[in-house]
């Protein structure tokens, strides 16, 4: 199209306000008695639902102290209802927003979204907002963002084994988790929407002058 200016790549991003009642310094001081997982997206298998459940039934048979939060509305949202009504260990919070979605962010130790298929979710950025070590499957934009073992860990998709293994490799080691934690909390900073739209008003200068 004879366009020969720079070409950018830019990314999602993370609504500086939803953090306006986080505290990373809380957050790292936190006990950790029951280890609450939050999957927060469209609820569809494809967005690996069942995976996360299974993982976590995987998780309570193996004697681990956990709640799962499920945040979400999509078209398994009946299915998943249906799973998930004799366990008492999962709690279904519907579509969030606003102050409803930092509280979850805020109440969660740690991110799960096992998708099959991606580009770069907001819910992840997000989670790393929050503080949040992430366990993410290596698809889209995921692959340029975590790195394997310093921010989260990557997984099959499909498969809740490997799943429920790396959720024990985070909740055996607490440290671990708030190394993650603060990495995250400063790595997404870089996401907040105020700085974002700075680099993309620059970028518009750039290339109309």
Partial sequence: MG???????ETTLVDD???????????????YKIIT??????IEKEKGIFDTIEACDLLIQQGYSIRLLIAGSGRAEKEVLEKIKNNEYIEFLGYVSGEDKSRTYIESDLYVLPSYTEGMPNSVLEAMAFGLPVIVTPVGGLKDIIKEG????????????????????LIDNINLMNQMALYNYNDAQNYYASRVVKRIENIYREVVG
Avoid at 17 to 29: R, T, V, W
Avoid at 37 to 42: E, V, Y
């Fill in 150 to 169: 310093v921010n989260g860990y990557f997984v099959q998709f499909g498969d809740s084994s490997m799943l429920a293994e790396t959720i024990i490799k």
């Fill in 17 to 31: 306000k939803l953090l306006d009642e986080f505290s990373i310094n809380k957050k790292l001081k936190k006990s």
């Fill in 37 to 42: 997982i939050l999957f927060l997206a469209r």
């Fill in 3 to 9: 366009y020969k200016k720079n070409i950018y790549l």
